[in-house]
Structures are given as C-alpha cells and as structure tokens.
C-alpha cells in the first residue's frame, strides 16, 4: 500500500497560522506542513518525537534561531516561536518510537556522501530508531526496483521524483507501507527529505 498527498508549500501564506494534513489527523505517526504567521508558537506536545525541516522563514527555540533548511528532532515539551518573517515547516510526530537524540543539522553543516546509485549524494540525519537522510538526485539517476520491509516515506524538497506509478513534484508526501515497493528516478536536479526503518511490519 502507498499513500501519496501534494501540498504546494512554497504558494503557503507565511502571514497566518495554518496546518495542512499530509497524513491522517489522528495517525500515531502523522506528517503535515505547519504554517506560522509572525511571532506565532508553536507547542510540541510530550510523549512523542518531532522532526521538523524549516522550509520557509525562520523559527525560534529558546533564543536560537533556526532558519530555512534546519532539520531538528526533539522528543520533550517544547514551543517554537516563528521569527518576524513567519516560518513554513515539514513536521513529523511520531507518538510510538519516541526515541530522539535531539538532533539539529543546518544546510551549512551537512556533510554530504555518495549513495547506493550513481548520481545520488545522502546526508544522514538521524539515526535513531527513524533513519532520516537528505537525498540528491541528479538528472539520470535511477534506482532499481526494491521493496521496504518496514516501510518509507518521502517528502520531496525540490525537483520532481518519478517511478512507476508516475511523478512526485516538490511538495509531495509518499509513504510506502510494509513490503511495498517502487523504483525511483529523477530527470532534473531533485533533492527528498527520506525517512525509513520505523514502519512496523
């Protein structure tokens, strides 16, 4: 089974407070697009494990100042507050696997590493119980066929992901259930926020 939805994030009003459902409202492991209007707080609620990637503006955590392409993890009560230019976030919550090492990657630290395919560099994350990786696509690569046995989501950053069952542009969520399947490629510069491992079988 795959899910798929298509939230354009970039055509979001950064002006007003908005949550856009990318998974199902009451999901223990739900994911969604979180639009804060200036100055706005957003509450990380306990007992669960958030992941967020700063799309658009900049967020706050106790001062410091996250802005556009951060990835953060935190598993505790926390607020974030969205800077004077609002902020656009990609956020998962995960209410089963709670572990987290609060982790904090900026786009000026990543370390990036060649993949497992000709034409693509990764940039892990995290590792703990989720492994959380950037993805680079060049144009031309291709990834062979092959199944998730505990499932995967992807959240496309930029550029437009394909497989079989056709394309996937920025914006886009899929989540491979269990023992599903694809075999993704990209035709254009393309760069996918993967999660993978945390599907129960």
Known sequence: MVECQLCDWSALNASRTACTHLSAPQDVRWAGIQTLAPFDTLDLQPHARHDLYVLQGSVLERGKQHARGTFFSRNQPLALTAAADGSVVFWYRDTVARSSGNETWASDEWDWWDGSVPGMRVVPLSKLHHRVSLVQWRPGTRADMHTHPHGEEIFVLSGELRDER??????????????SGHAPYAERDTMILLRNGHLSA
């Open 166 to 179: 056709g394309a996937y542009p920025a914006g886009s969520w899929i989540r491979f259930h269990p023992g």
